[in-house]
């Protein structure tokens, strides 16, 4: 039972996720279909590569990952389809899959250049449905990568921030911000605790404090924390309430940590 | 492996579309079910018919389709069970089917009667749960159309708009606005450019106005332009932004287009 | 074919529901995933008890529920696995269960607590993912509950609110507004009969009156009135528009009824 995992900004209010899984199903009726998310916001690269990267790994070996985050449809971006060492993943070249597929060892990329694999009328707008979409069905189907196209080397490049830490100061970065508005950094609870080492801290974001570390969302009181969420990175939370209106905050904003 | 495809106005808040998928894999576990869209906002026949009929032929032939968008539920509107040369139909007689069933040609229409194939308690306001989606579900299973009710010849109407061309003047209408803004008008590429004749053309929307056509998003400037869109249709966009936005367009809004 | 349904607060922008998913088809790859939803809203135990009640008996016999709403997650709050006469289900105990393992027949109840039917890495944030995703994938491979954990008796009570009937007045209360509107509450047609005795009555709710009841939503005029809704309790609706607009309704008012 093949599975293809779909990541998009297509959104749901309109057609274009159901139509995409018709055509996947009309060539071949038994994948399973699971969305990921198709709520990420348009065009929002980084985003969606930041989700994938944290999602593949809990899904069985062999699952094909569909993913159209695509600002640059009908231009000459190319498509690609890939084989890591455990998965397959289907969509642009604009940096998306990259940290998915260096996380799990790339081990063939092919430019999507086979029109045999497509739908025989594409638009310009919409390659979810017409490429990228049979694409993923024929490889649930076990068609080989090396059908699909020619085999290419060099892909768009696109890195999730590092931390950085300078004598007292630790600067990471808000990567994400969930839809209950805790904020998601970069920064892992072994890096922030190698920093501090067992001393006290203050961290900034928005001229706003943290100083406060909790094992769950119920040990917080009233002021902001850091948490180790589920992304397995730390998160700044408030209890029952949203860190991101209370920080005002968005994604790609500093957060910089000083020892005390 | 039978799929029935859902699209309804339930929204995706409440247990609507849940339950409905219940009573579905009651009847048929086997059953592999599809969302097109259940986010079109309430009581919007027309618009839910549009989307339909954008949708039905990206299925696999024998997909049932389940539309659910029923203002007249509980009233004496006509529940349908149609069978078409590649699809089955489940729906009010509201016209929200219509477009589809003309498009795909119709086969046999029966007017749901036969209680034996609906829920036991069925309330006046969930047809879509305890009426159609154990019609669909049967259908599924192999069971005859004419086992469901009685075959009937007479359905209500519904036209999606055409395009009117009089003298230097070509009327289109704005039949959908998707979740990034684009809008999208019922006038084909094909007829836009047998009116224009290679000439320049300038299209009017809320005193805005269009003067461009580009073959990608990436090809617009600042000025909006008409593109032709996933549905084959020219949509009225904005690089990276929203033309809803831009133009306060809404839908059902004319589209004056004039040679120059 | 095993079915999982899936009732979160998890929201879809997120990657959550996705993941969970991941989870689950990477133990059992047959299973059908059914959402009921995710979109009720942060920490709403109450409501998300409401909603499993009026949905579970829709399901296939055998279905298991993964019902995460769950804001005392990385507490010492107990995760419980529980069968029932026709139904597995799994979830925290914080009462969000309740209501349906009541209304089901509670068989045995368990508390999870064997690492080995858990994920390796537990979260303190994410246990819909870490523990009770594998949990529902294992019961669908026929794993007994008695491998799960230990077994208790006493669980977290939640009890829907009751009607009051004093004299010349019954009181009820807005158990949910579903995303059209309507303003269901916890009174069944049956009670309201009874009570008012062929007479006239006069609801009031935020100072607005109701004094009709309507067989379909088609029969209403301009004022608000009482319908037996799908959920099979009186809802307080308007035609074609929304009800908790106009009354400025809220989850947990009071509604008083008075015969007159």
Known sequence: MKIVALLTDFGTEDNFVGVTKG???????????????????AHKVKKAAFLLYSSFSYFPKGT???VVVDPGVGSKRKALAVKTRNYYFVGPDNGVLFPSLEAD????????????????????????????????????KGVKLEKLGREIVDIKKLNLPQ??????????????????????????????????????FVAFLNKKKITKFCDSYLQGEKEPFFIEGGFFKLEISLK?????????????????????
């Open 105 to 140: 060892g790339i081990v063939e990329v092919v430019e999507i250049t086979n029109k045999k694999y497509l739908l025989s009328s594409i638009s310009s707008t919409f390659h979810g449905r017409d490429v990228f979409a049979p694409i993923a069905a024929y490889l649930s």
């Open 23 to 41: 055509v996947i199903l009309k060539i071949n009726p038994k994948v399973t279909l699971v969305d990921i998310t198709h709520q990420i916001g």
């Open 163 to 200: 931390v950085k830490i300078r004598k007292n100061t630790l600067t990471g970065e808000i990567i994400y911000i969930d839809s209950f508005g805790n904020l998601v950094t970069n920064i892992d609870r072994i890096t922030l605790e190698k920093f501090i080492k067992n001393r006290n």
């Open 240 to 260: 029952m309430k949203s860190a991101k209106r209370y920080f005002k905050a968005k994604e790609g904003q500093k957060i910089v940590i000083k020892r005390r």
């Open 64 to 66: 094909i990952f569909l």
